[in-house]
């Protein structure tokens, strides 16, 4: 007791020390009203795509995800850029063909392109996968941007416009009810199977179904209360939709993208796997060509590495994106 006492009369000299010296007026001096000063309201600082991040690398899984992400990008892009491949190179020397890993690498040497064998022209599974791979990520990603780009700016107008809607839901009622998988299959027909024909098969009716699920989300939350004062203070339509409404929406535009990439890479695959695919070598044409690898003994790593590989970049891609879209939810930010 008597020490708590001494602390409080060390305590009130300090004080005393403190506001020596000046006057009541000056220790007491009324404050004028400052009405700006009086609205501020002091709150940390927010930063929405800093939120973001800090949400999605929270949590190690995602860290686990892009690593894997970020090696299967490098291999598809990096790897074939550095190494040569022929698919040719051997398609002479019958002793060299359908080869699994341990006679590949007794026959060629012990190096990174023997580890999945050799395939059914004596090439290199390896070297064949990864050029595979760059060819079907990058028609995925082509094709899922313009696809995404044009559904998501039509459906947010279709969702506000009268007008639009009443034509578009039209033209969505009569396209919807024919298979995609046909509407493809005839334009490959048509044009053929390169490329950019493919580009153009996944993209002539792909962004109808994202603008309508668009225009869906646009209708459940354009008569919000914010959207009605901003219409009834002048603000366009436009306006109202690209600055109210698809920010609002862009983990749901996040989580759609990461089903369309994957998704794309499953098309081409399965297009290549019933006679339909590209000229040039993807992964779907690699899993096609060696469909009888898969009963054959001492061939099944010629079938199932690519069919491993594509299955790992599609998971890897939609969980990456599903991750990100969850972590760009507002409502996760707390």
Known sequence: MAKEIQKQTIDRKKNDDVFAGYTEEELFARVPLDSLSAEKITAPRYSYWHSVF????????????????????????????????DPFVNIMNSTAKHLGPKAAMEKFGYNIHNILGT???????FDAIWYGSRISISLAFISALINMVVGVLLGAVWG????????????????????????????????????????????????????YFIRTQVVIIRDREYNLASKCLGTSTVKIAFRNILPFMTSIIVTLAASEIPGYISFEVFM?????????????VIISEAQSAMVTPGWEFEFWSPVAITAIISVVLYVAGQNLGDASDPRTHM
């Open 54 to 85: 800090r949400v999605f690398f929270r949590k190690r899984l995602n860290i686990v995800i892009l690593s894997l992400l970020a090696v299967v990008v490098l291999m598809a892009y990096v790897y074939p850029a550095l190494v040569h491949y």
């Open 119 to 125: 395939g059914g022209s004596g090439e290199s599974t």
């Open 160 to 211: 506000f416009s009268k007008r639009v809607d009443m034509i578009m839901t039209q033209v969505y009622s009569i396209i919807a009810n024919v298979p995609s998988i046909l509407v493809i299959a005839v334009l490959i027909m048509l044009v053929g199977a390169s490329f950019w024909s493919m580009v153009f098969a996944f993209t002539i009716t792909g962004w109808l179904f994202i603008a």
């Open 272 to 284: 290549a796997y019933i006679g339909m695919g590209l000229s040039d070598k993807s992964l779907g």
